[in-house]
């Protein structure tokens, strides 16, 4: 399997435009996770998805982002309109979710930079 | 919610060095997972300790869940410019939600 797969690898943009981040997680996976990663806050949870049912969307910061799972082998995080300190690098993970063992599968993430 | 602690925030040793990384959470901890990362690229898992007082070794990198279960270190034996990274622990909750917490994160420089 190729693993977590995402594009773009990297994004600029200008502040207003819209945004999208594309995952194909691992085949066979039955849980995926969008995450944010900035210096100054670390690895943060987005939203997670289980047999493509949004569970848990907490992480997301505001209505201008949203996420979507509309089969078991695509995803996509939109930001619209993007903004500035919307910047940081993305990452796509998925897992096969059993009681007791939880490891995730990370992409290689995508860097975005709002100007 | 659980936090998840880790120290020390960055790291600097001479290559052949031994280095130790500690995590701890502030409830207990039903799987606790080590990542690393090197800069530019996604995490990479290294191991999943799941029962008190459990103990597991991959090569040099050694990492260890106290009894009590709510702190793991990681140890690095004779420490190599490949171990260079930045080096995350994340936790399960327990129960049915699929999700880990992170930690903020190690950052090791190892120097020649």
């Known amino acids: 399997d190729a693993g977590v797969i995402q594009s773009p690898r990297h994004e600029v943009t200008e502040m207003g435009q819209e945004v999208t981040l594309r995952c194909k997680p691992i085949?066979?996976?039955?849980?995926l996770f969008w995450y944010r990663q900035t210096m100054m806050r670390g690895l943060e949870l987005l939203i997670y998805?289980?047999?493509?049912?949004?569970?848990?969307d907490s992480g997301m910061p505001e209505d201008r982002f949203s996420a979507k799972m509309p089969n078991a082998s695509f995803s996509t995080l939109k930001i619209q309109p993007s903004e500035p300190r919307d910047s940081a690098v993305y990452f796509c993970?998925?897992?096969?979710?059993?009681?007791?063992?939880?490891?995730?599968?990370f992409g290689p993430g995508t860097r975005l930079t709002v100007l | 919610s659980q936090e998840l602690e880790q120290s020390p925030q960055s790291l600097i040793v001479q290559e052949g060095k031994n280095l130790t990384i500690n995590c701890t959470s502030s409830?207990?901890?039903?799987?606790l997972y080590w990542y690393k990362q090197k800069y530019g690229e996604g995490l990479i898992f290294l191991m999943m300790?799941?029962?008190?007082?459990e103990e597991k070794s991959h090569e040099k990198i050694t990492a260890k869940l106290d009894e009590k279960k709510q702190q793991s270190s990681l140890h690095i034996t004779a420490s190599q410019p490949s171990h260079a990274g930045i080096y995350l622990c994340?936790?399960?909750?327990?129960?049915?939600?699929?999700?880990?917490?992170f930690g903020t994160g190690t950052r090791l420089q190892v120097t020649l």
């Open positions: 300790l799941q029962k008190g007082g």
């Open positions: 998805f289980n047999n493509n049912v949004p569970i848990d």
């Open positions: 993970a998925s897992s096969l979710f059993l009681a007791g063992y939880n490891e995730q599968f």
């Open positions: 994340g936790a399960d909750g327990g129960g049915t939600a699929s999700k880990l917490t």
């Open positions: 409830k207990t901890l039903y799987g």
């Open positions: 085949s066979g996976h039955n849980s």
